[in-house]
C-alpha cells in the first residue's frame, strides 16, 4: 500500500498543472437528489452533495482552494442546511466543520502511508492546497445504516485491497466506491497485485447486488450499471490473461487484442508491472 501510495504521488507531481474550474451535474433519484461536482483538479477527484428535502449531506468535498470556493458556493445556493459532511477516502476542503468517516480512517489519514502522502501533496502544490481540516472525525461502523437528511446512508467496507475507506449504498439508488468503474483500461494504482483483481471484482459484484442504479466514486463521477458490467467482464479477462501470459509484454499485447482501442492503453505497462512484480 505504501509503495503505491508514493507511486500515485510521483504520478500526479508530474502531471500536475493549472487547474480548469470544476463542473456540476445533477441526478434525481426520487428520493433525494445527487449533485456530482466534477473537479477537475490534477487528482481526478470527485465530490457530491446529497440533497433531502430539508437539508443536505456532502461527501468528500475539494482539496484544491479554487474548487472549495466553487463547492462552497454551490452549497450555499442550495439554501439547505448541511446536517453531515461526510470525509471517506480524501481529506478535502471542510475547514472547522465536524465530519464522519468509516471506523479507522482517521487514524489511517494520520499515520505513516496517508499522512506522508498529504505532506508529498502540499510540497507538490503548494499554496494551491486548501488548508488541512481542523474539525472533529467521529467514526461510523461497518455495517451500520445512518439517516440523515432524510436520506439512508449504509456503510459497508470497500474493496479488501483498498486502504480502510468505506463503499457507502446511499438512498438505496446510489452505490459509492473509492473508484468509479469505467469503461477504459485499469490503472495500476487501483490494480496494483493479483490481489487486488479478486478484490475489485467482488466489490464491483457486491455493487450490483445492491440495487443501486448509479455508481459513483472518489475518483471519476457518475456512471451507470453497464459501466459495473464492464468492469467485472474486463477484470475476469484480465485474471485470464494473467495466468495464461508469463511475461509483462505477452500480458500487454493480450489486454489490447481483447479490447482495441478501450481508453487508457498507454497505462498497460505499468499496469503489467505492478501484476507481475
Known amino acids: ?20 474550474k470544476g463542473r456540476f451535474e445533477v441526478h434525481d433519484l426520487g428520493n433525494c437528489k445527487l449533485h456530482v461536482y466534477y473537479t477537475n483538479d490534477a487528482l481526478g477527484d470527485a465530490s457530491y452533495i446529497i440533497e433531502g428535502k430539508d437539508a443536505l449531506v456532502a461527501m468528500e468535498q475539494p482539496l484544491f482552494k479554487d474548487n472549495v470556493a466553487e463547492f462552497d458556493t454551490y452549497l450555499s ?52 492546497l486548501t488548508d488541512m481540516p481542523t474539525g472533529k472525525a467521529s467514526e461510523v461502523a461497518f455495517g451500520t445504516t445512518q439517516t ?8 459497508r467496507p470497500g474493496a479488501s485491497s ?14 459509492y466506491t473509492h473508484w468509479t468503474p469505467a469503461k477504459a483500461h485499469a490503472s ?7 490481489a487486488a483483481i479478486d478484490a475489485e471484482i467482488a466489490e464491483a459484484e457486491n455493487s450490483l447486488a445492491s440495487g443501486a442504479e448509479l455508481f459513483i466514486g472518489g475518483h471519476g463521477g ?3 450499471r453497464d459501466a459495473v458490467e464492464f468492469k467485472i467482464a474486463y477484470l475476469k479477462k484480465m485474471k485470464e490473461l494473467l495466468a495464461k501470459n508469463g511475461t509483462v509484454q505477452d500480458f500487454v ?7 482495441p482501442g478501450l481508453p ?14
Open 222 to 224: 457518475a456512471a451507470r
Open 77 to 128: 445556493n442550495l439554501k439547505k442546511p448541511v446536517e453531515k459532511r461526510i470525509t471517506d477516502y480524501h481529506v478535502g476542503g471542510t475547514g472547522n466543520h465536524d465530519v464522519v468517516m468509516a471506523e479507522g480512517m482517521p487514524e489511517f489519514t494520520k499515520g505513516e502511508v496517508y499522512g506522508g502522502m498529504m505532506q508529498g501533496f502540499a510540497q507538490a502544490f503548494g499554496d494551491a
Open 264 to 277: 487508457g492503453e498507454a497505462g498497460l505497462a505499468d499496469l503489467g508491472k505492478a501484476l507481475y512484480k
Open 162 to 175: 483498498d486502504f480502510p475507506g468505506a463503499s457507502i449504498l446511499i438512498g438505496g439508488k446510489a452505490y
Open 148 to 155: 440523515w437528511a432524510g436520506i439512508t446512508f449504509e456503510f
Open 188 to 194: 495500476h494504482l487501483q490494480i496494483s497485485s493479483p
Open 253 to 259: 499485447d493480450g489486454m489490447k487484442k481483447a479490447y
Open 1 to 20: 500500500m505504501k509503495k503505491v501510495l508514493f507511486i500515485l504521488f510521483n504520478l500526479l507531481t508530474v502531471t500536475a498543472m493549472a487547474q480548469t
